[in-house]
């Protein structure tokens, strides 16, 4: 069923909630209406009685419950082909939608083949034809060796391209040297193209780990983070902008976890640089101290850190130096979470939790007096606007009618068993949070609705194309 009417008492238009009611045509917002406070009962008679057949594709939302736009999620791992016993599109997808995400835009690795050519990239989609459930784009990859591949990618709909600046964890997609990383971006600039940036410094992590001991075990997490410090994050950001004054590209840093890196980052915005920033829900919900021992499903590259500077990553986004909060979802199977256990060197580095991330940040948001509308607008607009898509991340005229029904009241105790990730490990197993995903909408179809959280979704998502490529429309719709 296609929904063709909204109509609910808290809709976020323009960063406030106001009583609305929303007409959608072949997915799309074509109108809105605001209205007066209590109005919507009286709203959706005179729509019954006005549009023949209104009913069916009508829904009037419970007034305790807030309209939101659709997440984007800019960062996520899914992993198929190649290593989809680790997570796919279908089951990364679904969790996606059950926790208010509408895009996802993959991540190039760890799919084997990466996706750094055209060839791979067409492998990746024809992989996930026919099984997402919410609308999904792609990451080119920067690798040694691509540079003339780079611009074919990104004419073919890529919304950029990410790199490493250390070994990534998997052999078939390596780290540049910065001669690489200044051609790659010479060459991404040429075309106005986005560079994304895994800011580690391979040297001061090495030195780390050999003050840490290489051969001893570490399972205190705090003992682990230490082998890959703060400094290795300041050098890596350091080097990064006097690349980007080099080469004048567009450049953006993944997954900040240190906010010893913000000043840095403040002096090349005031410089006028093109610097985006994002970090992610688990550095903003716990702290390297309080985690287990031996609980790999903790680990991820950058490491989680201390409390102080979690709160500062808090301050970085109050202040707007952090642009973004994406869920960096990493999964693998437990196998691979808990190799070498209880040596957290060994285990895999990476975090599941797509399906969680939105809830929990605003869960933590509303303990420090942030309200969900700012939650909103740096995991959905501030999103879209990073990966361009101009029809997502808010609700306003002629965008895609995402959406997502949020009660800010629902407690629950998050399961990892129980999530959609193909995978039941999470860092977030037994995390307490206040608010909930209830309903989703893509595009004017209804996932699931407070009313009906059984009912089996539908694949109804398609592939999203970046702007380089000549269609900037959802394929497959």
């Known amino acids: 069923m296609m929904l063709r009417h909204l109509i609910a008492e808290q809709v976020l238009l323009d960063g406030a909630f106001t009583p609305a009611h929303l007409e959608i045509l072949a997915g799309e917002i074509v109108r809105i209406h605001r209205l ?28 305790r419950h807030q309209v939101l736009p659709g997440n984007v999620d800019t960062h996520v791992h899914i992993n198929e082909p190649g290593r989809t016993s680790w997570e796919g599109f279908a089951t990364g997808t679904m969790a996606a939608a059950l926790g208010g995400v509408t895009a996802v835009v993959d991540m190039p690795l760890n799919s084997i083949p990466p996706t750094v050519n055209v060839a791979s990239l067409r492998i990746k ?33 890529v919304f950029g391209f990410k790199c490493f600046l250390l070994p990534s964890g998997v052999e078939e997609f390596p780290p540049v040297n910065a001669a690489q990383l200044r051609e790659a971006m010479t060459e991404v600039a040429s075309f106005d193209g986005l ?23 570490l399972s205190h997490y705090a003992d682990w983070a230490q082998t890959r410090p703060h400094d290795a994050e300041v050098a890596a950001v350091s080097d990064l902008i006097e690349a980007m004054r080099e080469t004048g590209c567009r450049t953006h840093i993944l997954h900040l976890a240190s906010a010893r890196a913000l000043d840095l980052i403040a002096e090349a915005r005031a410089e006028g640089l093109p610097l985006t920033v994002e970090t992610c829900p688990h550095y903003l919900c716990f702290d390297a101290e309080a985690i287990p021992d031996g609980a790999a499903e903790f680990k991820c590259c950058p490491p989680i850190r201390d409390a102080g500077n979690r709160e500062a990553l808090w301050d970085g986004l109050r202040e707007g130096l952090i642009d973004a909060v994406v869920s960096d979802h990493s999964p693998s199977t437990v196998e691979e979470k808990h190799r070498g256990a209880p040596d957290l060197q060994q285990a895999w580095g990476g975090i599941s939790g797509l399906q969680v991330g939105f809830s929990a940040v605003a869960h933590e948001a509303r303990l420090r007096g942030i309200g969900i509308e700012t939650v909103s607008a740096w995991m959905a607009k501030h999103t879209a606007q990073l990966a361009g898509l101009e029809r997502k991340g808010s609700i306003a005229l002629g965008k895609d009618a995402d959406l997502v029904i949020y009660d800010p009241w629902q407690t629950h105790m998050v399961s990892a068993a129980g999530l959609a990730h193909k995978n039941p490990i999470s860092a977030y197993d037994h995390f307490e949070i206040t608010g909930a995903v209830v309903g989703a909408v893509l595009r004017g179809t209804p996932l699931y609705t407070a009313q009906d959280t059984t009912s089996p979704l539908a694949p109804v998502g398609g592939f999203l194309q970046g702007i380089g490529s000549p269609s900037l429309s959802v394929l497959g719709r």
């Not at 006005?50 to 069916?56: C, F, H, K, L, R």
């Open 36 to 63: 007066s406070p209590g109005e919507g009962r009286r709203r959706a008679e005179i729509v019954k009685a006005s549009d023949v057949g209104a009913g069916a594709g009508m829904t009037v939302v419970s007034p």
């Open 195 to 217: 560079v994304i940036v895994h800011a580690e410094d391979a040297e001061t992590i090495e030195r780390a780990t050999d003050l840490g001991g290489r051969r001893r075990r």
């Open 125 to 157: 989609q024809q992989a996930a034809a026919g099984q997402t459930y919410v609308d999904v784009g792609f990451w080119g990859g920067i690798i040694p060796g691509n540079t003339a591949a780079l611009r074919p990618l990104w004419e073919a709909g």
